[in-house]
């Protein structure tokens, strides 16, 4: 089975900006999270998303936000970009019922 | 990588020799708990898991164990191998399916 894909691998972004990150998961995964990955903050959840519904939340501002379609891909977007955006932002992909995660590469986003 | 900046605990192992990875956790309702595995420029890579019901888990090269009194767990890798060398991740899971990550430890593999 291909592994979870993110898309695009490495983006360059300026302050205000919008940007729109993509997540295919696993194939039969239905549930797709988020994650910001900082060296200063570490791994933090944003968002869960399973069955085109947002299940779950972190603790971040509504400048972050996401969907999820039908055939289960995902993707999260951050409007009014700022520079401590910058990150890597990585999807994890779980088959329904099971907790355990599978995580894309990760998609690497610098505000400048 | 990711990592680089972030002031991790770092531990240093001779090839060949075990590693214990000690974690911490917060929430005593935590209910799952994942050890993940990350090399640089990669995602976090799954290795084991252990539920709340269980205070050893056996895999490959791997055990991980739980104790929920001091809400401590740890991960045990035999033969340390230079393929081992990464930034190693204990998650726990409690209500939903959120995960809440540890800061991290950094394993040096010295040949």
């Known amino acids: 089975k291909a592994g979870v894909t993110q898309t695009p691998r490495y983006l360059i972004k300026t302050r205000g900006q919008q940007v729109t990150l993509s997540c295919s998961p696993i194939s039969g995964h239905r549930s797709v999270s988020w994650y910001q990955q900082t060296p200063g903050q570490g791994l933090q959840f944003l968002f869960e998303?399973?069955?085109?519904?947002?299940?779950n939340k972190g603790n971040f501002p509504g400048r972050f936000s996401g969907r999820q379609f039908s055939n289960s891909r995902s993707e999260m977007n951050v409007s009014t970009l700022e520079l401590g955006d910058s990150a890597l932002y990585l999807c994890?992909?779980?088959?329904?019922?099971?907790?355990?995660?599978?995580f894309g590469p990760g998609t690497r986003l610098t505000v400048t | 990588g990711e990592n680089v900046g972030l002031h991790l605990p770092t531990l240093s192992v001779q090839e060949g020799d075990n590693s214990i990875i000690n974690c911490a956790y917060s929430?005593?309702?935590?209910?799952?708990f994942i050890w993940y595995k990350q090399e640089s420029g990669k995602g976090p890579q799954f290795i084991i898991d252990i539920r709340s019901n269980m205070d050893k888990r056996q895999g490959q090269r791997v055990t991980v164990l739980l104790n929920k009194t001091v809400k401590h767990l740890s991960l045990q890798i035999a033969a340390t191998q230079p393929g081992d060398s990464a930034v190693y991740f204990c998650a726990e899971k409690a209500a939903g399916n959120k995960l809440t990550f540890g800061g991290g430890t950094r394993v040096l593999v010295k040949p």
């Open positions: 998303y399973f069955s085109e519904t947002q299940r």
């Open positions: 994890a992909s779980s088959p329904a019922g099971v907790y355990e995660q599978y």
């Open positions: 929430n005593s309702a935590s209910d799952y």
